[in-house]
């Protein structure tokens, strides 16, 4: 007997565990670096590397918040989550672009009251310089191979954390403007350049927040997209038309809602094998979709459709119509089409029942006659079922 083959992983575990490697990869740089910075700033005297040693501590932090939210993130769908847990990566987007706009605004607030008092930085010894070019390639070197994972595991948090990076790259840039103006005299730039690294990384925060926050509020695609979407659904078999086609992120993956339209008389069963064809098609074409939701409409105006919710439904209407056709022979089966304001009728009968021409043409005529004094009634049809 061939031996059991284990299950694949699923893709979000997979995700989650690149997503992680990349991050643990984070951590160990950003923990040497922090060693590194307070060290060598307490050894020669540099306030401002010992600063950004502190400062790579607090990216330890996101990076541990990114592991939580990630693992999280790949949890699969339960009955609290029927989507899954995929939003925890955005709401932790979110807390790092907020993060990232204290730590841009505290750098404008400081460097801009520094630049305005005159007050410059001490003179520090040359090794703190070499340091602190060090950590602006190292934590360079970081943003670029974070962002080429995020972009491939289209990760919105990995982004976040790589923009992190590259703040602690800029913010190392301006201990090395700083330590190189105290040496050579022009104590002005490390104040003045200060202040425009703390406006980028305020700006990449407020970025990252506020496409978190457009996330969180399900913002819908962009009008390209949507359109794309409706192409797909157009060009399904069956479909006759698209409404109400609406989109949300979630994450790193996409949901859409939809109402298509079909002939208003096929049957239930034949409607739902449009939609979920419809559904597969969207789902094959749009590697990012998680789900479509389809909902399906007959192909009738808006004002039909809000005339068919007036009309009697079945349970009232046919215990009428048996009484209408009291004397006449029992149909099988019926089938109701709410169209334009008006009920069709579809009545089903054995052929043995009117294997006679003559009387099969008088109940029609009769059938027929009764029918007209129902003012909902517009169309009756006589089927006739054989058996194979």
């Known amino acids: 007997m061939p031996a059991v083959q284990p299950a694949p992983p699923h893709p979000d575990k997979l995700r989650a565990g690149e997503a992680q490697r990349a991050t643990w990869i984070s951590v160990w740089v950003n923990l040497l670096l922090t060693g590194v910075q307070m060290l060598v700033g307490w050894l020669a005297?540099?306030?401002?590397?010992?600063?950004?040693?502190?400062?790579?501590?607090?990216?330890?932090?996101?990076?541990?918040?990114?592991?939580?939210?990630?693992?999280?993130?790949?949890?699969?769908?339960?009955?609290?989550?029927?989507?899954?847990?995929?939003?925890?990566?955005?709401?932790?987007?979110?807390?790092?672009?907020?993060?990232?706009?204290?730590?841009?605004?505290?750098?404008?607030?400081?460097?801009?009251?520094?630049?305005?008092?005159?007050?410059?930085?001490?003179?520090?010894?040359?090794?703190?310089?070499?340091?602190?070019?060090?950590?602006?390639?190292?934590?360079?070197?970081?943003?670029?191979?974070?962002?080429?994972?995020?972009?491939?595991?289209?990760?919105?948090?990995?982004?976040?954390?790589?923009?992190?990076?590259?703040?602690?790259?800029?913010?190392?840039?301006?201990?090395?403007?700083?330590?190189?103006?105290?040496?050579?005299?022009?104590?002005?730039?490390?104040?003045?350049?200060?202040v425009l690294m703390g406006f980028m990384i305020l700006k990449m925060g407020a970025g990252l927040a506020l496409e978190a926050l457009r996330e969180l509020i399900d913002t819908g695609l962009d009008e390209t997209r949507v359109e794309t979407l409706r192409a797909i659904l157009l060009a399904s078999h069956g479909v006759r038309g698209v409404h109400e086609l609406r989109t949300r992120r979630m994450a790193h993956q996409v949901l859409v809602d939809v109402h298509i339209q079909v002939d208003p008389r096929i049957s239930v069963s034949?409607?739902?094998?449009?939609?979920?064809?419809?559904?597969?098609?969207?789902?094959?074409?749009?590697?990012?979709?998680?789900?479509?939701?389809?909902?399906?409409?007959?192909?009738?105006?808006?004002?039909?459709?809000?005339?068919?919710?007036?009309?009697?439904?079945?349970?009232?209407?046919?215990?009428?119509?048996?009484?209408l056709f009291a004397d006449l022979p029992r149909p099988e089966r019926m089938i109701l089409h709410y169209l334009d304001g008006q009920i069709e009728i579809d009545l089903y009968f054995a052929a043995s029942r009117l294997e006679d021409p003559d009387i099969s043409g008088q109940i029609e005529a009769r059938f027929s006659e009764r029918a007209r004094a129902e003012p909902l009634i517009r169309t009756l049809r006589f089927n006739f079922v054989v058996a194979p």
């Open 45 to 194: 005297h540099s306030q401002s590397l010992v600063a950004h040693g502190l400062h790579s501590l607090s990216d330890l932090l996101s990076d541990f918040l990114v592991l939580w939210a990630s693992h999280q993130g790949a949890q699969p769908a339960d009955g609290q989550h029927p989507y899954g847990h995929a939003r925890i990566e955005t709401a932790a987007t979110l807390l790092l672009g907020v993060s990232l706009i204290a730590v841009g605004g505290g750098i404008m607030w400081q460097s801009g009251q520094q630049l305005a008092s005159g007050i410059g930085a001490e003179p520090v010894g040359w090794l703190a310089f070499w340091i602190a070019i060090l950590t602006v390639v190292a934590k360079e070197g970081l943003y670029r191979y974070l962002n080429h994972v995020a972009r491939r595991l289209r990760s919105p948090l990995l982004t976040a954390n790589a923009l992190h990076s590259r703040a602690d790259a800029a913010s190392a840039l301006v201990v090395v403007v700083g330590i190189g103006g105290a040496l050579f005299g022009w104590i002005f730039l490390d104040a003045l350049a200060a």
């Open 270 to 323: 034949e409607g739902h094998q449009i939609a979920e064809a419809a559904r597969a098609a969207v789902l094959a074409a749009q590697d990012d979709v998680l789900d479509v939701l389809v909902h399906v409409d007959p192909e009738v105006g808006d004002a039909a459709d809000m005339a068919a919710g007036q009309l009697p439904s079945r349970e009232i209407l046919v215990p009428q119509l048996e009484r």
